[in-house]
């Protein structure tokens, strides 16, 4: 395909309400360095009209590893027991939010694994305490739950909710989660949505079964639900699963996701994420960057926890403050800036902005 014809099929894409599931494979399958480039900018003009330049930061906890589920591809299963299994306290986790806020961050990310023991009392009373004490939004990453339970945190203060579908492929999605309903994830999804928290959705880049055909539906069921954030990682495998001898996720393939989903979805936020960050270091982070992703994620998960909380191996983990002083460095080396804002959804502004208008 000629330059001329590759530039219109991103055209139609970005314009379209419901991009051609053929653009898009054709897009994700592009392979030429001199079309993925073209691809890649393409997305990169796309992100910097829509969200700017400016690179959000949201802070990590991972205070819990303890998980229900045993779902194919994670450390945290609850059938490794090659892992130790901890809990943070309502202290620790408070002193992590005190350190984020030092750190001059506006977006706590608390997150664990699928536990039925987390109290929502518990729980709720967290929130209330984070956002009471602190100037800052709280993003919540603890799974399927019941809609009492999103209902209780939204009202105690959550601002948003991260929750993967993985892949949208409803065989794939069952083959992979033992014991878990593709149809309450979606239940779930609209429950966030409904009840009003910025939600976030992605999926996994190179898993087992998974096609071009598979990751072209996961791009547009994005578009379709309009989700305020997308993480789109590369599968890493862990040697204490059952996908244990796969082989890794394919980083262009996942870049290439990450532009179409920014050109389809526009304005989302999107990390350069931490499995990025992990199969790929610091240029990996920076080719996200450069291919639509919009935000980085410090970890906060006290030093003594951070190695447990292994979803997969060799997750990288630098301390809050060098992973900051890094995203500083690449910030000026890609001519954007860290933006210490709280970040929230731009979708929101939008449609407010479209409300004043009309009033
Ligand atoms: N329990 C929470 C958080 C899960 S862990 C929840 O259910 O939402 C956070 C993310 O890690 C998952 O959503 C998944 O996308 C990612 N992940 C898990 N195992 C992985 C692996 N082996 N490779 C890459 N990403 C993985």
């Known amino acids: 395909m000629n330059d001329v014809a590759l530039q219109s099929v991103l055209r139609r894409v970005y314009d379209s309400d419901v991009p051609a599931r053929s653009d898009i494979e054709y897009l994700l399958a592009l392979k030429e360095p001199s079309e993925v480039a073209e691809l890649y900018a393409f997305a990169d003009a796309v992100r910097k009209e829509h969200v700017g330049d400016g690179i959000l930061l949201r802070g990590i906890i991972e205070f819990s590893n303890h998980c229900r589920n045993t779902c194919l591809y994670c450390g945290l299963n609850r059938d490794n027991d090659h892992l130790e299994r901890y809990r943070l306290s309502r202290h620790q986790i408070l002193q992590r939010v005190e350190e984020l806020v030092r750190c001059g961050i506006k977006t706590v990310v608390l997150q664990s694994g699928e536990e039925d023991a987390l109290d929502p009392s518990w729980f709720e009373q967290l929130i209330e305490e984070i956002t009471s004490g602190f100037d800052i939004a709280v993003t919540l990453s603890v799974g399927q739950k019941s809609r009492r339970q999103y209902e209780l945190w939204k009202r105690a203060g959550a601002d948003r909710y991260l929750l993967k579908i993985e892949t949208t492929d409803p065989e794939l999605y069952a083959s992979l989660h033992p014991g878990m309903s593709f149809d309450n994830h979606l239940r779930c999804t609209c429950d966030l949505q409904a009840i009003g928290y910025q939600a976030g959705s992605g999926n996994i880049v190179g898993l087992k079964g998974q096609t071009i055909a598979t990751l072209a539906g996961d791009i547009l069921f994005f578009r379709e639900r309009d989700f305020d954030m997308l993480s789109i990682g590369p599968f890493i495998p862990n040697r204490n699963t059952a996908l244990g001898s796969r082989p890794l996720g394919d ?41 639509g992703a919009n935000v980085v994620m410090p970890n906060f998960t006290p030093e003594a926890y ?37 970040g929230d959804s731009l979708k929101r502004k939008k449609e407010q902005a479209a409300a004043m208008a009309q009033n």
């Open 306 to 342: 951070r190695n447990l909380y292994e979803i997969y191996p060799g997750k990288k983990c630098v301390s809050p403050k060098t992973s900051i002083s890094q995203i500083e460095k690449i910030a000026g080396e890609l001519t954007r800036y860290i933006d210490y804002t709280r």
């Open 251 to 291: 980083l262009g393939l996942t870049l290439r996701s990450i532009a179409v989903t920014r050109i389809v979805t526009r304005n989302a936020h999107m990390p350069a994420n931490t499995a990025i960050a992990s199969l790929a270091g610091r240029d990996g982070t920076i080719a996200a960057l450069r291919a």
